[in-house]
């Protein structure tokens, strides 16, 4: 088995006369789709004589990379292998049975409709033809020159004939009528039909031909071509059922796939796997960064820095003591560790631009830890928590879930990377009748948001929760308090009760208290902060 980059080159430039070129198709066997991108492998299988040929493969789609594929042969030693603009030679390849069948069924349904149509005008014209024998027979009973008694014979004669032609006619519209019923359920199913030859067809435009040039021995060529395309995508998606009743989370997984790469993948193998081919794979590189120094102004300020091109300029005026906000964690959707994947047991069709396919992947059960979680700084109510552990073989990789509650839609959420063993927390949706509230008293030294003069500040805050439900419920409440890195900034703290935990998670400052609150109680969380810096310096509050 040999590899081959494609060449762009014409292929008789680059390769001997051929004995014959032979026209093969080469569908889509397998593919191995990535978060971003996609691997699409194609395979064809023929008998040829022994001795030197063209392979000719049409129907790549517009967009195929010649520097990303690659092609495969056994059975046959490889030759020059080119893509190329259009077809190379006439296609005399036959139809699927598929879309033979289809076209064969909307053919059918066209010439129904076109004879039930001239069934219907062939009576309607019958009914015409008597209404214009009753017109010409009034004409004629009115012309002149009529003897008496010729007028009396021809009265009763085209009175009879009249009489004739309208019950012809009244017939006629009514056998119209009944012929013409039905009409729109025959107009549906033809549309139907052609819809299902349109999903049928490959997708419009005139592709890309591979040649390849082989020299086949006695055995059967089969060869695999492998190229990547960039217009693919598939995400994880989940579903949540939380019971609160009987503390259960139910977790099911599955995976949205979608593309664009031009053709439609048919009865394809199906590969997910979360390695990101499309994406930075080296780490990134530094540059010197190369510090200056220079007399500031008198009214130079902080917000004068600036850095440039890889060179930072940092004024050496004394900058203002601050204290500092409590740091905060955004984790980004990472595919670390190794790679992840994903071959699902049936065969899948997934249409060019116009499927987002959905796959069940499987169900787990969780045990949950459930809760009222209430952040008063933040929120005016407290939210339904389930906080449990990944009890999966494998990490449960970024993306979507829909939540239920009780077995109701409670919302959308994004589960992030979760590895095996590791705390994974979802939110279900408020709970009505936790009243949370934020409350801050006057403060010593002026009120909330004001600079203050001198070099001690006393800041407190209440954090309250009712509870106006008729249950108990374990409660975790969340507040904070400002941290900093300078020296010459001290920050001290307590709280009545105090905090079950403290830095959650690593975060600087954020606090956690725990408890369990009953019907109709009310509890409060008493906060008290005190500030101190050198005189003559000044603190902005940001708490």
Not at 91 to 116: F, M
Not at 250 to 267: F, K, P, V, Y
């Amino acid at each position: 088995m040999r590899f081959f980059l494609i060449s762009t080159a014409v292929a008789a430039l680059c390769s001997p006369a051929f004995a014959d070129q032979i026209e093969t198709a080469a569908p889509v066997r397998e593919v191995t789709v990535f978060p971003w991108g996609a691997s699409v492998t194609r395979s064809a299988e023929l008998t040829v004589p022994a001795g030197k040929h063209e392979l000719v493969i049409p129907g790549l789609p517009e967009g195929t990379d010649p520097a990303t594929l690659r092609v495969t042969a056994d059975g046959a030693v490889l030759g020059a292998v080119s893509l190329q603009e259009g077809r190379a030679l006439p296609s005399d390849a036959g139809k699927t049975p598929e879309i033979a069948a289809a076209e064969a069924e909307v053919n059918r349904l066209e010439t129904a409709l076109l004879e039930r149509d001239a069934r219907v005008n062939a009576i309607l014209a019958r009914a015409q033809a008597a209404e214009d024998t009753v017109a010409f027979l009034l004409a004629m009973a009115e012309s002149d020159g009529l003897a008496q008694s010729d007028i009396a014979t021809l009265a009763n004669s085209v009175g009879a004939e009249i009489l004739k032609a309208r019950e012809t006619a009244i017939a006629a519209n009514t056998e119209a009528a009944a012929a013409a019923q039905g009409r729109d359920d025959a107009e549906r199913a033809l549309e139907n039909a052609r819809a299902r030859l349109d999903a049928l067809r490959p997708p419009e435009g005139e592709g890309r031909t591979l040649v390849v040039a082989i020299e086949a021995g006695a055995e059967p060529v089969r060869l695999s071509v492998t190229s990547l395309t960039a217009d693919a995508q598939w995400e994880p998606i989940y579903d949540a059922w939380l019971q609160r009743e009987a503390k259960t989370l139910t977790l099911d997984r599955g995976l949205m796939i979608a593309q664009n790469s031009g053709e439609d993948w048919r009865d394809v193998k199906l590969m997910l796997s979360n390695s990101r081919p499309a994406d930075q794979t080296a780490p990134s590189v530094l540059t010197p960064i190369f510090e200056e120094t220079y007399k500031p102004s008198a009214d130079k300020r902080m917000s004068d820095y600036s850095y440039d091109e890889g060179s930072a300029r940092v004024a050496m005026a004394p900058a203002p003591v601050m204290a500092e906000a409590a740091s905060v964690i955004t984790a980004g959707i990472q595919y670390a560790g190794e790679v992840v994947t994903y071959v699902y047991p049936e065969p899948v069709t997934i249409r060019d631009g116009v499927d987002a396919l959905r796959l069940e992947l499987d169900t787990h059960q969780l045990t949950p830890e459930i809760r009222a979680e209430a952040v008063p700084t933040r929120d005016s109510t407290a939210y339904l928590v389930a906080e449990t552990t990944n009890s999966l073989d494998d990490l449960l990789l970024p993306g979507r879930v829909t939540l239920y509650r009780d077995g109701l839609l409670a919302g959308q959420s994004r589960i992030e990377q979760t590895p095996t063993r590791d705390r994974l927390q979802l939110g279900f949706g408020p709970i009505d009748g936790m009243k949370v509230e934020y409350q801050i008293p006057k403060e010593a030294t002026g009120d909330r948001g004001i600079l203050s003069k001198s070099n001690t500040a006393t800041r407190s805050a209440i954090l309250r929760v009712s509870n106006l439900t008729n249950e108990s419920w374990p409660l975790r409440v969340i507040g904070q308090v400002p941290v900093t890195r300078q020296d010459d900034l001290k920050i001290g703290w307590s709280s009545t009760p105090e905090p079950t935990t403290q830095d959650r998670d690593g975060q600087r400052g954020i606090l956690e208290w725990d408890s369990t609150i009953a019907p109709a109680q009310v509890q409060d969380i008493s906060l008290t902060i005190d500030l101190n810096w050198p005189d003559g310096m000044s603190i902005l509050g940001n708490y």
